[in-house]
T-cell receptor, first 110, second 118 residues
Framework: LAKTTQPISMDSYEGQEVNITCSHN???????ITWYQQFPSQGPRFIIQ???TKVTNEVASLFIPADRKSSTLSLPRVSLSDTAVYYC???????????FGTGTQLKVEL | DGGITQSPKYLFRKEGQNVTLSCEQN?????MYWYRQDPGQGLRLIYY???????QKGDIAEGYSVSREKKESFPLTVTSAQKNPTAFYLC?????????????????FGDGTRLSIL
């Protein structure tokens, strides 16, 4: 059974760089990897999306190795407001199935 | 102001009762989705629709029903057959790329409906 896995939790301090990895060994060919941020009692919000190598926007970077079986979300210089749950989303099973990762609770402290 | 609106924010259901959760979007998106989220857990897909008058079961469709009569609306009914309906329900929408579901089109989410059993 295809599974998309992430670490359950991570702790960090303000100003540090945080890297969260998602394993998706059954990702569909030609499909993208998308990362979302979710605060309590709210819907997830789009952070970044990529297909291969590296993508960067104003809030994060996404690193994807050549085999695309994993991806790493990088948050530079986190702040308290980055405390949230982070999810990856991929197509699996030949592109017919949407699979959210298990989610990573990031806690940022002073 | 474009976005997705879910209502109500909180909903209570009595045993044996059907309840309907509303989801409306004004983003002109073709695809819409319903997810269920249990405390401390990830999102599981209930149903999705790529086009009006068409919808497909997700991973946990049993005990739920949907309709897609209009592009902007995708209501979810939690039926009495759903024995454990207490959860946070999230609706989302996205464009459809090259006729495929969410190929490279991010999903936009509403802020959810929390359903509880009385």
């Amino acid at each position: 059974l295809a599974k998309t896995t992430q670490p359950i939790s991570m702790d960090s301090y303000e100003g540090q760089e945080v890297n969260i990895t998602c394993s998706h060994n059954n990702i569909a060919t030609n499909d993208y990897i998308t990362w979302y941020q979710q605060f309590p009692s709210q819907g997830p919000r789009f952070i970044i999306q990529g297909y291969k190598t590296k993508v960067t926007n104003e809030v994060a970077s996404l690193f994807i190795p050549a085999d695309r079986k994993s991806s790493t979300l990088s948050l530079p210089r986190v702040s308290l407001s980055d405390t949230a749950v982070y999810y990856c989303l991929v197509h699996t099973g030949g592109g017919n199935k949407l699979t959210f990762g298990t989610g990573t609770q990031l806690k940022v402290e002073l | 102001d474009g976005g997705i609106t879910q209502s109500p924010k909180y909903l209570f259901r009595k045993e044996g009762q059907n309840v309907t959760l509303s989801c409306e979007q004004n983003l002109n998106h073709d695809a819409m989705y319903w997810y269920r989220q249990d405390p401390g857990q990830g999102l599981r897909l209930i149903y999705y629709s790529q086009i009006v008058n068409d919808f497909q079961k997700g991973d946990i469709a049993e005990g739920y029903s949907v309709s897609r009569e209009k592009k902007e609306s995708f209501p979810l009914t939690v039926t009495s057959a759903q024995k454990n309906p207490t959860a946070f329900y999230l609706c989302a929408s996205s464009s459809v790329s090259r006729g495929r579901l969410h190929s490279n089109q991010p999903q936009h989410f509403g802020d959810g409906t929390r359903l509880s059993i009385l």
